[in-house]
């Protein structure tokens, strides 16, 4: 398993609200992943596949992976999600490519 960031977007309400939740955070053991943070890293996967070899998500709709213990499906919604952050991907090389 990779180490957590310790500014991690999951946390930053936290670390935004009490700084001194870093360091303290820093102290305990590594837990197990929640399956809410399984199904994101496999979301971010399939988004890269998608990103580097042109294959759309679709392609994992209904399909399921063990992520860190956890069966994930690729659902619907997962999908939507994936489609939405490729589309945000592209929009935003195609303006990083005008001001070029």
Not at 33 to 43: D, I, N, Y
Not at 56 to 71: C, Q, R, Y
Request: charged residues 20%.
């Amino acid at each position: 398993m990779s180490v957590h960031a310790r500014l991690s977007a999951s946390a930053a309400e936290r670390w935004m609200n009490c700084p001194g939740s870093v360091n303290l955070a820093a102290t305990l053991p590594e837990g197990a992943t929640t399956f809410a943070a399984a199904e994101g890293t496999h979301a971010h996967a399939i988004a890269a596949q998608c990103l580097k070899d042109g294959i759309t998500p679709d392609a994992w709709l209904d399909t399921t992976t063990v992520v860190e213990g956890h069966d994930i499906v690729c659902d619907a919604e997962m999908v939507e999600g994936i489609v939405l952050y490729l589309e945000t991907v592209v929009k935003l090389k195609l303006e990083s490519s005008k001001g070029s």
